[in-house]
């Protein structure tokens, strides 16, 4: 019999984690199971990229750089793999030239030695620096196709994308199906064509949203496939990766028997099982595996920031109309699969064409960037009509963004200055501007404090704004209230995140408290007052008292969901008074600012 040893990429140091409960693994539960990790014989780990970055200076206040160099030490015969976003890198936009060099470089010399590299719209103009910079480093690129359905996309442009990733000197294919799309049979036809034409090893990245993804995953070995991305079984499953321990049993004595140990598997399944109580606190209804995935095509982490968002705003029943909004913007927007950062553009315009009332009366930022050829190459004609809207008669850049930057790692370094101690906390500063000067100046101050982990008999930590210690029935309760809830008649209600408070005291006695805006904002009543549609934070006060606006003029910009968009003056008129500046936390309902 001929054999053929698949081997197996284990995620749960990353993207396991990022789609059950927000990222927020700490590094102190990685190391301790390393040592038994690294026995396994794992092709790779993935452990870095993705949100892990964002996570660790946003919420977890731990060096993502330090996180990579202890993993490195900790896991000294096993690959260390990352998700690199192409030009993008870990953020948002796309950076120029030198910053991919450079960050590609650090990654490598801190631990990587696989980087899947993709681009949000599979255009590969976006990548190539990217893989250039990989392969001078001395390491192992992997080119990745995102996957995703549409009148565009079929396995012939697929297979053509395999076939110029290895021109660009991939040493290897990877098939990324961030939402779990992908069925059987289809999986077969894709993996049968590509590896017909491309003689590169071939890895297959489905999640488990549908419950499609185990079967896929055996239809793709079936086909030729070489290497299948799984989690350890109690990170599996939903919106994460088929179990490791269910596909190394299943192929176990056939010809493709991974060799691992099962019994090995199982010791690191129950340590990691203990860890993720810890993190109860982030886990959502909206992981578990759902075939509605197939009509709506939201990965697992875009379901769980969604709701999210929503919950914040008393919105969650919502939930249903924006997902069903999700593939109009979509098609609107020419197809783009639903990876980071379109998935947030697409997403975050979905929640606003719902909580307006009236499709793309709030256009985001990103959507206008994007719309202007900022992210690249839509895979099919964008609508006209928003095209129009949203940018009217700007120009639209048909060549790589990239190519508009101008060299910026000297910049940023200036920039931040003395705060940064090496290149890697410029580069830290350049994936994160604000958030990461904010971590840098907490880590000089000698004050970082990550976010509190709650126990499991109380309540997730707040979205807090203001604390009160307040007696009902005679007992003493300290509630966080959030400033988020319902506008009422001239006040306030108020949604209340309560730690170990019993629930029939929320709900009996509490859920109709009043108050003003925990900020002494007031709330929005005439058309003069500028407010958002959103929770957000501020990222730019664009007006000031004194200053002359018109209609439809931009005065803010905020943040919402990763992503910025500019709050408009209803009225012509002059400035007033200005209740917010940067940085500030902002609600839906406030008076933000007062044109008269």
Not at 120 to 133: F, S, T
Not at 544 to 573: C, F, L, P, R
Request: charged content about 25%; hydrophobic content about 40%.
């Amino acid at each position: 019999m001929t054999t053929k040893k698949i081997e197996i990429t284990d995620v749960v140091l990353r993207d396991a984690h990022q789609s059950l409960i927000a990222t927020r693994m700490r590094t102190e539960d990685m190391l301790p199971i390393c040592e038994k990790l690294d026995k396994v014989g794992y092709w790779s780990l993935e452990a870095w990229g993705g949100a892990t970055f964002d996570a660790c200076i946003r919420f977890l206040k731990e060096d993502p750089w330090e996180r990579l160099r202890q993993l490195r030490k900790a896991l000294p015969n096993t690959r260390l793999q990352m998700l690199l976003r192409g030009q993008n890198l870990l953020g948002y936009r796309h950076y120029a030239d030198d910053v991919v060099d450079r960050f590609v470089q650090k990654a490598a010399d801190n631990g990587i030695d696989v980087f899947r590299v993709f681009d949000a719209l599979n255009d590969l103009r976006n990548i190539e620096r990217a893989m250039k910079a990989v392969k001078k480093a001395g390491k192992h690129a992997q080119g990745t196709i995102c996957y995703t359905t549409s009148p565009v996309h079929t396995n012939e442009l697929f297979v053509q994308q395999a076939i110029d990733l290895k021109k660009m000197g991939a040493d290897s294919i990877a098939i990324k199906d961030m939402a779990g799309l992908l069925s059987p049979y289809d999986t077969y036809a894709l993996v049968k064509a590509i590896k017909e034409a491309v003689d590169l090893p071939l890895v297959v990245h489905s999640h488990s949203t549908s419950g499609l993804a185990p079967l896929c995953q055996m239809k793709a070995i079936e086909a030729g496939a070489d290497i299948i991305d799984t989690a350890i079984s109690s990170f599996a499953g939903g919106t994460s990766h088929p179990a490791t321990e269910s596909q190394v049993a299943a192929l176990k004595g056939s010809e493709f028997d991974t060799g691992l140990d099962l019994e090995l598997l199982s010791e690191i399944a129950d340590y990691f099982r203990e860890v993720r109580k810890k993190y109860h606190q982030f886990e959502s209804e909206f992981t578990r595996e759902d075939i509605s995935v197939q009509i709506n095509q939201v990965p697992g982490g875009m379901m769980s920031n969604l709701a999210n968002q929503l919950k914040e705003q008393n919105a969650l029943d919502s939930i249903r109309d924006v997902f069903a909004e999700i593939p109009r913007v979509r098609k609107d927007l020419g197809y783009p699969p639903l990876v980071t950062p379109t998935s947030q553009i697409v997403g975050t315009q979905a929640v606003y064409n719902v909580l307006a009332g009236q499709r793309y009366k709030t256009i985001t930022n990103e959507v206008k960037r994007y719309l202007l050829g900022g992210y690249g190459r839509p895979p099919a004609p964008v609508n006209s009509e928003l095209q129009q809207q949203a940018i009217g008669a700007e120009v639209c850049n048909e060549g790589r963004p990239a190519d508009l930057l101008v060299p910026e790692f000297q910049k940023l370094s200036d920039d931040i200055g003395s705060l940064a101690k090496n290149e890697e906390d410029v580069l830290t500063y350049a994936m994160f501007p604000d958030l990461g000067k904010e971590y840098l100046q907490q880590r000089e101050a000698g004050t970082l404090e990550p976010e509190v982990l709650t126990t499991l008999n109380s309540s997730p930590a707040p979205v807090a704004a203001s604390e009160f210690l307040i007696d009902v029935h005679g007992e003493s309760y300290e509630v966080a209230i959030t400033g988020v809830g319902d506008a009422g008649t001239g006040k306030r209600k108020l949604y209340l995140s309560l730690d170990g408070m019993p629930e029939e005291v929320i709900f009996e006695s509490l859920n109709e408290f009043v108050a003003d805006d925990t900020k002494g904002r007031k709330r929005a009543t005439d058309p003069g007052h500028v407010s958002a549609a959103m929770p957000g934070n501020v990222v730019e006060v664009l007006v000031q008292e004194g200053t002359a606006v018109t209609a439809g003029q931009g005065v803010m910009v905020i943040e919402a969901m990763k992503m910025e968009m500019e709050v408009h003056s209803n009225v012509d008129g002059i400035v007033k008074a200005v209740y917010v500046q940067k940085g500030d936390r902002v609600t839906p309902g406030e008076i933000l600012i007062d044109i008269g």
